[in-house]
Each structure stands twice: as C-alpha cells, then as structure tokens.
C-alpha cells in the first residue's frame, strides 16, 4: 500500500495567492484529516471527513479555509487568500472506519507564503 | 483546562540503553491514548496506543504505561538505536472524539 499521499511536498507562494493541498487516502479508509503542524501551536487538528462528509471543521481558522472531499480517494484543503502566517506543514491522515484512532499520516506539505 | 503535555522537550541517550518519554494529560475522560513517532520530514508514524481498561501494553521493543491515578503516560523504548532518534508525540481522545496531541519530545540517541 502506497499510504497517504499528499502534493506537492512544497509549497512557495506570495501573499494573496490561491493556494490549494491535495491528499488521497489509504484505499479503504473512509475518515480523512487535515492538521497542520508549526512550532508554536503543534499539529492542530483542522477538519476532518467520515464518508466524504464534513463532521468536525471547527478547528478552520477562517473562511480563506476550506476544504472538499468529492470522493472517497481524494481530498483538497485550499487558502484564499493565503497570508504569511499560514505558513506551515499541513498533513492529510486516513483512519479505518469512523474512528480517530490509529491515523495514517502522509509525508506533508511545507507551505510557504512570502 | 484540557491539556496534553510533556514532562520533558528534549531526551539524549546512549545507543543501547532503554528510553524513557513521558507524557501528562489532564482530563480523566480520556480513554484512548496513543503515541506517534515523526521523523524529520516525515509525517507522524504510528507506535503504538493503549485504552484507559489497560495500564500497561507492550509491542516490538516499545511498552506504553498507562497511571490513570495521576494521569500520566509513559513509551519506554528498550535498547534505543539511532534509528529512534526522532519527535515523539502523545496524543489523547475523549469517546472518539478528536485526537489532541502533545508538544512533543525529541529524542537524540548518541552513538
């Protein structure tokens, strides 16, 4: 199994940019994650889905967040407009079930706004 | 408040001795406890997590201690190789709720 897979690895864009992560789960897992992790605040829990369905999003920052799930194999998380303060790494994890146990994480993406 | 925390930020050890990371959390309605290991670039991995019905679980080289008396958590890692060498985290749930994590502990195994 290939895991969680996320892209880019890197992200490097101007304040004011559209900036959008993309995630695919690990094949049967139907709950999906979005933390991002800095140094200040750890890895905050943003939202996650069960069964493509938004159940918890009250860790979003704002409304330049949001994210979909169009189906069971893929995830986006998009910042409009992206501010310099969101830079961070933000991971996608699956899970098995409705579970919040035993998360999968992929590898990241490190976001930079300048 | 609700909280889950670390004694200690960082940890060096000797290659070959046993590792001891701790970790305190503050509400008595966690019952799911679980610990991620995160390598430089990496995403957290899974090591291995416990329910508040157990005090104590073992896997491959790692055991978890669970003290609900005083709310306390420990990954005992045996025979440290530098291949342990990372971020451990613990993270904490509430009746499936969401996992809160720590700040976690950076291990360092000299050789």
């Known amino acids: 199994d290939a895991g969680v897979i996320q892209s880019p690895r890197h992200e490097v864009t101007e304040m004011g940019q559209e900036v959008t992560l993309r995630c695919k789960p690990i094949?049967?897992?139907?709950?999906l994650f979005w933390y991002r992790q800095t140094m200040m605040r750890g890895l905050e829990l943003l939202i996650y889905?069960?069964?493509?369905?938004?159940?918890?999003d009250s860790g979003m920052p704002e409304d330049r967040f949001s994210a979909k799930m169009p189906n069971a194999s893929f995830s986006t998380l998009k910042i409009q407009p992206s501010e310099p303060r969101d830079s961070a790494v933000y991971f996608c994890?699956?899970?098995?079930?409705?579970?919040?146990?035993?998360?999968?994480f992929g590898s990241g993406t490190q976001l930079s706004v300048l | 408040g609700e909280s889950v925390g670390l004694h200690l930020p960082t940890l060096s050890v000797q290659e070959g001795d046993n590792s001891i990371i701790n970790c305190a959390y503050s509400?008595?309605?966690?019952?799911?406890f679980i610990w991620y290991k995160q390598e430089s670039g990496k995403g957290p991995q899974f090591i291995i997590d416990?329910?508040?019905?157990?005090d104590k679980r073992q896997g491959q080289r790692v055991t978890v201690l669970l003290n609900k008396t005083v709310k306390h958590l420990s990954l005992q890692i045996a025979a440290t190789q530098p291949g342990d060498s990372a971020v451990y985290f613990c993270?904490?749930?509430?009746?499936?709720?969401?996992?809160?994590f720590g700040q976690g502990t950076e291990l360092s195994v000299k050789p």
């Open positions: 994890a699956s899970s098995f079930g409705a579970s919040n146990e035993k998360l999968f």
């Open positions: 094949s049967g897992h139907n709950s």
């Open positions: 889905f069960n069964n493509n369905v938004p159940i918890d």
């Open positions: 509400n008595s309605a966690s019952d799911y």
């Open positions: 416990i329910r508040s019905n157990m």
């Open positions: 993270a904490e749930s509430r009746q499936g709720g969401k996992l809160i």
